[in-house]
């Protein structure tokens, strides 16, 4: 009996059943070319400015000032990086671009090693505190900066740290470290402790377990932190233009500031030769982490 009615069932819903397959199947194109469309304006709008920023690079200064715009550098020249790199008018470039480069890797090398130590302290160890820790690390975050300028200012002044490396980098690793607290401990949450417990079933020691079992498991989540800490520390104005006015200890973002003439020509050519200048060893520093950091974005964000 069922034998019979199947064919004559399949016969009756077979039309149906494919309709509805083929709406669906057309619905599915149009919302994959709706999300493909909708990704290609977004890459479009944040790549415009950096495309814009490098293409007004090789431009005279006299095209960039005037009233016509140009999409392409049609009288291409490398003036504007000669003028940034060996102008000796200018405050030097290179000078500038060590001090960042010395005080940002500083900066991350310092908070990477007290935020892990803090991170693995409040997410392995139970303390009275540990509720009111995380709490006031989440509250300093949410501190702007820019308020706590004259008391920074007067704590480097008083410690006679004012226009070194070192009163710099203290200030930065104040700054950077709530944020890589924060998120170094989703990342050392992330890993489950009983895989710590199994290496010390094993005869391992506590410490011993962790740097042979969990340490390595955290290396994309401290390089994924490292990159934005990076990032933060080298792109940061107020505190270096407060703390390090002289020329000579001048990091690239207050360097980039001299090219602002309060009463004559801004020399815009040149501001966007020395912005691609500076934006080069961010880049790099991303490309060569990048396959880490994704995948230490991707741990990271399953537990904690």
């Given at each position: ?8 069932t399949?016969?009756?819903t ?6 509805r397959?083929?709406?669906?199947g ?5 919302t994959t ?8 304006v ?25 009233s ?8 291409f ?18 000078p500038?671009?060590?001090?960042s480069?010395?005080?940002?890797l500083l900066?991350v090398?310092i ?13 392995r ?5 540990r509720?009111?820790?995380i709490l006031t ?12 300028i004259?008391s920074?200012?007067?704590?480097i ?18 700054t950077?470290?709530?944020?890589t ?7 050392v ?5 009983e ?5 010390m ?11 042979r ?7 994309p989540g401290?390089i ?9 520390a ?6 270096a ?18 090219f602002l003439?309060?009463n004559g ?10 912005s691609?200048l ?14 880490r950091?994704?995948s ?9």
């Amino acid at each position: 009996m069922s034998a019979a009615v199947t064919p004559t069932t399949r016969a009756v819903t077979a039309p149906g059943s494919l309709d509805r397959a083929r709406r669906g199947g057309g619905r599915r194109r149009v919302t994959t070319w709706l999300l493909s469309a909708l990704s290609v304006v977004l890459f479009a709008l944040f790549v415009f400015p950096v495309y814009w920023m490098v293409n007004t690079s090789f431009q005279p200064n006299n095209d960039v000032r005037g009233s016509e715009v140009h999409f392409f550098p049609d009288n291409f020249t490398l003036r504007n990086y000669e003028t940034v790199i060996f102008d000796p008018g200018r405050t030097p470039f290179l000078p500038a671009a060590a001090n960042s480069l010395i005080v940002t890797l500083l900066t991350v090398i310092i908070a990477l090693v007290f935020a892990f130590l803090a991170s693995v302290a409040v997410t392995r160890f139970r303390f009275k505190s540990r509720r009111a820790f995380i709490l006031t690390i989440l509250v300093i975050q949410m501190i702007p900066g820019e308020a706590m300028i004259v008391s920074v200012f007067r704590v480097i002044d008083g410690w006679q740290l004012l226009n070194t490396i070192a009163g710099l980098t203290i200030v930065y690793i104040a700054t950077v470290l709530p944020f890589t607290i924060w998120t170094l401990r989703g990342f050392v949450n992330g890993v489950p402790v009983e895989l710590e417990e199994a290496a010390m079933i094993d005869g391992c020691s506590r410490a011993g377990a962790f740097w042979r079992v969990t340490f390595p498991l955290l290396a994309p989540g401290l390089i994924a932190t490292g990159v934005f800490g990076f990032i933060q520390a080298w792109n940061e104005f107020i505190m270096a233009l407060v703390l390090n006015a002289r020329p000579e200890m001048m990091t690239l973002p207050v360097w980039l500031r001299t090219f602002l003439v309060a009463n004559g020509t801004t020399n815009w050519a040149g501001i966007m030769a020395g912005s691609t200048l500076m934006a080069i060893p961010v880049i790099v520093f991303f490309l060569i982490v990048q396959g880490r950091m994704t995948s230490g974005l991707v741990s990271g964000a399953v537990k904690g």
